[in-house]
């Protein structure tokens, strides 16, 4: 019922830096959380950063002083800002929103992905 699509993934070089972009639609009530994971080959998926609607944010240990992450609710968009990028951080990245559903009962829903790799 809301569809997430995420934009920006590409190849880059070793401390080079991309910008990911994911726009949500659909049958958008009100969204709390917006956030990325990302999960590279035979490893589990990882939250990269999350933020609310008010703006509170929180980052994986991996990625602190390098990724912002930010969102414009007007337009249901969360933005992933990466630099100083290394090989490890070469994964697919998948956008996350959720929305509340009722008291005590939330949605989640997932983008398909945009791969980004790191790489001289």
């Known amino acids: 019922q809301v569809q997430l699509v995420e934009s920006g993934g590409g190849l880059v070089q070793p401390g080079g830096s991309l910008r990911l972009s994911c726009a949500a639609s659909g049958s958008i009530v009100s969204i709390n959380v917006m956030g990325w994971y990302r999960q590279a080959p035979g490893k589990q998926r990882e939250l990269v950063a999350d933020?609310?609607?008010?703006?509170?944010?929180n980052y994986g240990d991996s990625v602190k002083g390098r990724f912002t992450i930010s969102r414009d609710n007007a337009k249901n968009t969360v933005y992933l800002q990466m630099s100083s990028l290394k090989p490890e951080d070469t994964a697919v990245y998948y956008c996350?929103?959720?929305?509340?559903?009722?008291?005590?009962?939330?949605?989640?829903?997932w983008g398909q992905g945009t791969q980004v790799t790191v790489s001289s």
């Open positions: 996350n929103a959720e929305q509340k559903a009722g008291t005590h009962k939330k949605l989640a829903y």
């Open positions: 933020i609310t609607s008010g703006g509170s944010t």
